[in-house]
């Protein structure tokens, strides 16, 4: 079964440094999809960078990176010179196949993200 | 446009009461879905629509009713609901396939009371 596991429930920065946000998944699809979304205290899920099983490179979104390392089964989100408008709650994912002609989001339980001054 | 609008924001309503969730989204995609969402959780796949077909229901009660009338809209009707059916309800699109980001309106946050 596909699981998104993110351990950090919580996490704290200071403006202007760099955090890292952990993600592990288990698949054992050789091809699957990995997405990290933003969700503000306003609600909406605002799709922050994806990364592909296949894809050589780690991707790159502005502030926003994944280490992607497939061998261990993680693509952690890097954001850089954090800002008081990253405080959000982040969520990693992976497209899974659902039904017989589907894919759907499954969700890590996320990490609540502060920054402060 | 890279927009899904979700209506109403908010809605109240009581545990007899008949109300509908809508949905839009321009941007050609051909699936939809419907998440819901309780507090300080994830969202919780409920249907997803392919090509205007209800492809998955996650086993969700008939209490929640979902209509998809054609490639730009998604309905969500609410019958009879409980307390414990307050959450967030979100609504997202995507192209088919495992490998595109889906985009998610800002949600309907429902009370029923």
């Known amino acids: 079964a596909q699981k998104i596991t993110q351990t950090q429930p919580g996490m704290f920065v200071q403006e202007k440094e760099a955090v890292t946000l952990d993600c592990t998944y288990d698949t054992s699809d050789p091809s699957y999809g990995l997405f990290w979304y933003k969700q503000p205290s306003s609600g909406e899920m605002i799709f922050l960078i994806y990364q592909g099983s296949y894809d050589q490179q780690n991707a790159t979104e502005g502030r926003y990176s994944l280490n992607f390392q497939k061998a261990r089964k993680s693509a952690n989100l890097v954001i850089s010179a954090s800002q008081l408008g990253d405080s959000a709650m982040y969520f990693c994912?992976?497209?899974?196949?659902?039904?017989?002609?589907?894919?759907?989001?499954?969700f890590g339980k996320g990490t609540s993200l502060l920054v402060t001054p | 446009d890279t927009e899904v609008t979700q209506t109403p924001k908010h809605l109240v309503m009581g545990m007899t009461n008949k109300k509908s969730l809508k949905c839009e989204q321009h941007m050609g995609h051909r699936a939809m879905y419907w998440y819901k969402q309780k507090a300080k959780k994830p969202p919780e796949l409920m249907f997803v629509?392919?090509?205007?077909?209800?492809?998955i229901n996650e086993s969700v009660p008939s209490r929640f009713s979902p209509e998809c009338p054609n490639s730009s809209l998604l309905n969500l009707h609410l019958h009879a609901l409980q307390p414990e059916d307050s959450a967030l309800y979100l609504c997202a699109s995507s192209h088919l396939g495992f490998n595109t980001e889906a985009f998610f309106g800002q949600g309907t946050r429902l009370t029923v009371v």
């Open positions: 629509y392919s090509y205007e077909k209800l492809s």
């Open positions: 994912a992976m497209r899974v196949p659902k039904g017989n002609s589907g894919y759907a989001l499954n």
